[in-house]
Structures are given as structure tokens and as C-alpha cells.
């Protein structure tokens, strides 16, 4: 069976594109096809963001579901922090330390891959980072 892996969506993917308060469209980062189709090969990817539901959908259809086998959302489980138990993942990707802290606490850090989020000085100076840190963990 193939090990799960949990991408988080905003700023570790990219961010919607919003016109007026309507979301037009998602602006992805650099990479993120790519870096989606090679872990899509190894591992089954499933999207764990605590958006609503309503938010996920729309982003989902700027043409990122074809990725990702299960998506979850606030809708669905709403927590303060992602524990990766509670979507029986084998790791989880995202921008925000809080995670990975929390998990600390239980051990389970090595699991959680930290990045910069997308646009940050770090991301902006190295646009890359984020895929090779990936890369080094999964792949
Ligand atoms: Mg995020």
C-alpha cells in the first residue's frame, strides 16, 4: 500500500487569485506541478487545508483535484492542529510551524515537513527551497 502524504493548500501551494471578493482563479507556486506529479507516483496526495469547504472546491477546480485522491477541509474536521493520525497520513506539508510543534509533543515531528511560505522573503529569494525540502524527505 502506498504511504499517504498531506499537502496543506494556502501559501504552501500558492494562493487564490482574487478579484474583487469574488476567488477568479489560484496563483500556483513555483513548482507545484511538477513537484504534485512526482509525489503523486509514489505516494497517494490528499489536500488537508482548515479552509471551508466552499473555499477548497472553488480552488479545487482552477484545476488542482486531478491530484489529489481525498481532500479535507474545516467542514470536515476541525481542529487547532493537523494530526496526521486523524486522516491516517504518513506526512503532512506545510507552511505553518504550529503543526509541527504541536506534533513534537508526540514525538511525530519528523513527519511534518516545514516550508516557506509562498511570497515569504526565504520563498522570494529561493523559489525553489520548498521543492528540494521536499524532495530530501519523500523522494
Ligand atoms: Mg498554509
Known amino acids: 500500500m502506498k504511504k499517504r502524504v498531506a499537502f496543506d493548500l494556502d501559501e504552501t501551494l500558492g494562493r487564490p487569485l482574487i478579484e474583487g471578493n469574488k476567488i477568479i482563479g489560484f496563483s500556483e507556486r513555483t513548482g507545484m506541478r511538477g513537484i504534485l506529479e512526482k509525489v ?14 466552499s473555499y477548497l472546491d472553488k480552488i479545487l477546480k482552477s484545476g488542482l483535484d486531478k491530484y ?32 509541527k510543534q504541536e506534533a513534537s509533543k508526540f514525538a511525530l515531528e ?30
Open 68 to 99: 489529489f485522491q481525498q481532500t479535507y477541509s474545516w467542514d470536515e474536521i476541525s481542529c487547532n492542529w493537523k494530526d496526521i493520525r486523524k486522516i491516517k497520513a504518513d506526512y503532512l506539508i506545510d507552511d505553518s510551524p504550529h503543526h
Open 40 to 53: 503523486g507516483k509514489k505516494y497517494e496526495i490528499v489536500i488537508w487545508t482548515v479552509s471551508k469547504r
Open 110 to 139: 519528523s513527519f511534518y515537513i516545514l516550508v516557506p511560505s509562498y511570497g515569504s522573503i526565504e520563498d522570494q529569494n529561493d523559489p525553489l527551497l520548498w521543492v528540494r525540502l521536499i524532495h530530501q524527505v519523500l523522494l
